[in-house]
Nanobody
Framework: QVQLVQSGGGLVQTGDSLRLSCAAS????????MAWFRQAPGKGREFVAR????????DYEFSVKDRFTISKDNAKATVYLQMNSLEPEYTGVYYC?????????????????????WGQGAPVTVSS
């Protein structure tokens, strides 16, 4: 049984930092691309960041590229999202996800339907 268990959400103020974690079990972690999506209030689930199984690159949604960092630790089967200089626009529920397929382009990497397993979600609220 595959599980992605998230931790690290919360309420912060503008300019603060927060780190989300997602611990995976029941799958061969090193063989999966890992990603984070965000669902803002009243909106759909949108791509935030991705790291492939090889770990040799990272992809980010444009607005978070210089603020957020995705990383993973294969030994701990855990993926992280370090979020710095947070703004109210980043408020939402953050989901980690794992995908077994490879993606050659941005459209594929940012497509939530390309991922197989999802975490339970971690609410992040950034107050102004």
């Amino acid at each position: 049984q595959v599980q992605l268990v998230q931790s690290g959400g919360g309420l912060v103020q503008t300019g603060d930092s927060l780190r989300l974690s997602c611990a995976a079990s029941g799958l061969t972690f090193s063989g999966y691309a890992m990603a984070w999506f965000r669902q803002a209030p009243g909106k759909g689930r949108e791509f935030v960041a991705r790291i492939p199984s090889s770990g040799d690159r990272t992809d980010y949604e444009f607005s978070v590229k210089d603020r957020f960092t995705i990383s993973k630790d294969n030994a701990k089967a855990t993926v992280y999202l370090q979020m710095n200089s947070l703004e109210p626009e980043y408020t939402g529920v953050y989901y980690c996800t794992a995908g077994s397929g490879s993606c050659a382009n941005w459209t594929c990497r940012a497509n939530r339907n390309r991922y197989d397993y999802w975490g339970q979600g971690a609410p992040v609220t950034v107050s102004s």
